[in-house]
């Protein structure tokens, strides 16, 4: 299955614009604090829109409609989570955002930098590049199962498939960011999220259009099959969808993923503001669960289309790639174009942030300290460097994830390789908060014992079924690293 020509036509000039995109800012780049942080002059607007662009990724966009998809056990009860997120967003915007915002930094990590010195601030940072290394790897794995239908290759005379699919999206991705910095990385995350919230609506759309019965016949079926159940009040503590795990783990995973990962944090520093970077974050809370419900209304589609006959393909496929199927088998010439340059969109919203952030993190946290004397263009030309080699590790990551070839949503194992690691995080941003904070030794020990017990409730999943759901792993990381920090603290005091 391939695109016709007009389809492989819009996602080609998608793929040119946003390349010539970055060009655009090229010549602005003067210093990191405008390479990084928006030389500090992004409206909240921006802010908020860069916010959600940045955690919509492919995997929302693709797999989030395959949760609600499911034939089995498919509905809305994800949505719980997104509760958890509005509630962990209101912690984040009044107990650790004055912190990021009370100075001239261009890193999350550098607060702990002053609460607790270079080593925690080191290793905090290291943490966070392998996290995000991984998880956004994974991420554009899922873009390249849809790429995988989208015969680019004709226009270059190669052979086409999964890598190099990987290869382009990570290669267009780099360029812009390598070139354009931290404005390019906002503006086209702007224009990205109109794409694809467009497109995820048009697809809306086009299910109803489908189905005989239109609305009617959605809400009838999807009732019917039990699509439509949004609270799951039994606690179970290796499910992931249920209202505990939703509220107080989506609460606890939110305030790590939007309070302790230079990712977001990168985005408050561009604020002109404290007030501005608080009222964008505290909204793309609930811009995010309108979004969420958008895809997995999308998924519920898919399922009555399935169920109707109207989507044989559909059958037995994994449920990542329903909505792939769908877009390149069903939807008219022009259209199908559209929502892949959708899928484009989201993916490269997530990507440029992640290598802008990564590359932030390095120079920043490991190179400035040490190399204080560094001229700022020789810092502007090391962080492109430098955005070029995450992309390359990225990449990697896609490839290794496509041998496997494991059949867990992709979105479970982006959302459990955040949870591991950024609960620790969390852990640290919270014993700094405090008057009196541990000193730096308690404070890595508590964190080695997060990690071990984290990694003690993770790894049974490997071989058999889980003792313990994914959105529990940052309340987990986080407690273990407070409770062990303070505990050693309070018995190695004089």
């Known amino acids: 299955m391939t695109l016709a020509p007009p389809d492989l036509a819009v996602v080609a000039a998608y793929l040119v614009g946003m390349t010539l995109f970055g060009v655009w800012f090229t010549t602005a780049q003067k210093d990191l604090r405008t390479y990084f942080v928006g030389d500090r002059d992004v409206g909240w607007v921006l802010v908020l829109v860069s916010i959600v662009a940045t955690e919509t990724s492919a995997v929302t966009f693709l797999s989030v409609p395959g949760l609600a998809f499911k034939p089995d056990g498919g509905d809305l009860t994800f949505l719980q989570l997104a509760f958890g997120y509005v509630v962990g967003r209101v912690l984040v915007a009044w107990l650790l955002l004055p912190q990021y915002m009370s100075g001239d930094l261009f890193s ?20 966070f590049l392998v996290t995000r290394t ?44 390598y070139l354009g910095g931290m404005k390019a990385v906002i503006w086209t995350d702007l224009i990205q999220f109109v794409v694809k919230v467009a497109g995820a609506a048009l697809a809306g759309v086009f299910v109803l259009k489908l189905l005989p019965g239109g609305w009617d016949e959605f809400v009838s079926a999807g009732a019917a099959a039990g699509k439509f159940k949004l609270i799951e009040p039994a606690f179970d503590r290796t499910v992931a969808f249920n209202i505990w795990a939703g509220v107080i783990g989506g609460a606890v995973f939110s305030m ?21 970077a608080r009222l964008a974050l505290v909204l793309s809370g609930f811009t995010v669960l309108v979004q969420f419900l958008l895809f997995l209304l999308v998924g519920v589609g898919l399922f009555v289309l399935m169920r109707a006959d109207l989507f044989p393909e559909a059958v037995g496929r994994r449920p990542d790639e329903v909505f792939g199927l769908f877009i390149v088998t069903r939807l008219p010439t022009g259209v199908a174009g559209v929502l892949v340059a959708a899928v484009l969109a989201a993916a490269m919203s997530t990507l440029s942030s992640s290598l802008n952030s990564s ?50 949503s992709v979105v479970e194992r982006v959302l459990a390789v955040a949870g591991f690691t950024t609960g620790l995080l969390l852990g640290l941003f919270l014993l700094g908060s405090l008057k009196k904070p541990p000193r730096s030794g308690a404070a890595l020990v508590g964190m080695l014992c997060g990690f071990a017990a984290v990694l003690a409730a993770w790894l049974p999943s490997v071989w058999g079924p889980p003792v313990l759901a994914w959105p529990w792993f940052a309340p987990l990381g986080a407690g273990t690293t407070v409770l062990v920090a303070l505990g050693l603290e309070w018995v190695t005091a004089e």
């Open 134 to 177: 991984v998880a956004d790897g994974l991420r554009l794995y899922l873009t390249a199962l849809l790429l995988q239908y989208v015969d680019l290759g004709r226009f270059i005379g190669v052979e086409w498939g999964v890598g190099p699919a990987i290869v382009t999206v990570g290669v267009v991705t780099v360029v812009y960011t």
């Open 108 to 127: 999350a990590y550098e607060v702990l930098k002053q609460r607790f010195g270079p080593g925690v601030q080191r290793v905090a940072s290291g943490l």
């Open 359 to 408: 590359a932030n993190a390095v120079v920043t946290d490991f190179v400035r300290p040490l190399r204080p004397n560094r001229s700022e263009r020789e810092n502007v030309l090391l962080s492109r460097l430098l955005t070029a080699v995450w992309g390359v590790a990225q990449m990697a990551v896609a490839f290794a994830a496509y041998r496997l070839n494991e059949d867990k």
């Open 256 to 276: 790590a993923s939007h309070g302790a990962d230079q990712l977001m944090v990168q985005r408050y520093l561009c604020a002109r503001s404290l007030g501005q």
